[in-house]
T-cell receptor
Framework: NAGVTQTPKFRVLKTGQSMTLLCAQDMNHEYMYWYRQDPGMGLRLIHYSVGEGTTAKGEVPDGYNVSRLKKQNFLLGLESAAPSQTSVYFC?????????????FGPGTRLTVT | RKEVEQDPGPFNVPEGATVAFNCTYSNSASQSFFWYRQDCRKEPKLLMSVYSSGNEDGRFTAQLNRASQYISLLIRDSKLSDSATYLCVVPSSGSARQLTFGSGTQLTVLP
């Protein structure tokens, strides 16, 4: 049981390049989330998904797109990377129901845009 | 008022000390609260959940004051391994079980 995994772990892009970050979870969770974390700003929600085939915008969606074609995978795309997108990106998942709102996080992707 | 506010620290305490962090939140409708721990360059992990007035787990105690809208985390008998950043987390006012994360309080336990 790997939990939440993310690929790649590190990436350096040049301004204008594109890339896709992959998140996978094996806990059969309905909800999945993409966050970015910048120094002194905490985790900010980019996009989220409440189930296969559905996505929604979070707090900072501009410059990103997402897709959830399979329940276990949540992809984050950067079509034209900008230096402002240099950050650490975390994916998380959580259950559909229950008392706990616990989110389980992947190990993160460190992205630098030059 | 920010949704979640924390004192960023850093808190530098000697081993064995007791240390407390506070967090204030703005959404008075929130019913559950969380403390996450984040080690340097690692992902956040759930430390404690708080659903009523408080919760205790070994050396860690979380307390909730709904009237004043603040949550606290108390760590007794600090260990070197407690050094980390502690994130105060509150459910967002939206749906989909979204969470709002504080920017974290950094703790360093010194030998």
């Amino acid at each position: 049981n790997a939990g939440v995994t993310q690929t790649p772990k590190f990436r350096v892009l040049k301004t204008g390049q594109s890339m896709t970050l992959l998140c996978a979870q094996d806990m059969n969770h309905e909800y999945m989330y993409w966050y970015r974390q910048d120094p002194g700003m905490g985790l900010r929600l980019i996009h989220y998904s409440v189930g296969e085939g559905t996505t929604a915008k979070g707090e900072v969606p501009d410059g990103y797109n997402v897709s959830r074609l399979k329940k276990q995978n949540f992809l984050l795309g950067l079509e034209s990377a900008a230096p402002s997108q240099t950050s650490v990106y975390f994916c998380a998942s959580s259950k559909l129901a229950g008392v706990s709102y616990e989110q389980y996080f992947g190990p993160g992707t460190r992205l630098t845009v030059t | 008022r920010k949704e979640v506010e924390q004192d960023p620290g850093p808190f530098n305490v000697p081993e064995g000390a007791t240390v407390a962090f506070n967090c204030t939140y703005s959404n008075s409708a929130s019913q559950s609260f969380f403390w996450y721990r984040q080690d340097c360059r690692k992902e956040p992990k759930l430390l404690m959940s708080v659903y009523s007035s408080g919760n205790e787990d070994g050396r860690f105690t979380a307390q909730l004051n709904r009237a004043s809208q603040y949550i606290s985390l108390l760590i007794r008998d600090s260990k070197l391994s407690d050094s980390a950043t502690y994130l105060c987390v509150v459910p967002s006012s939206g749906s989909a079980r979204q969470l709002t994360f504080g920017s974290g309080t950094q703790l360093t336990v010194l030998p």
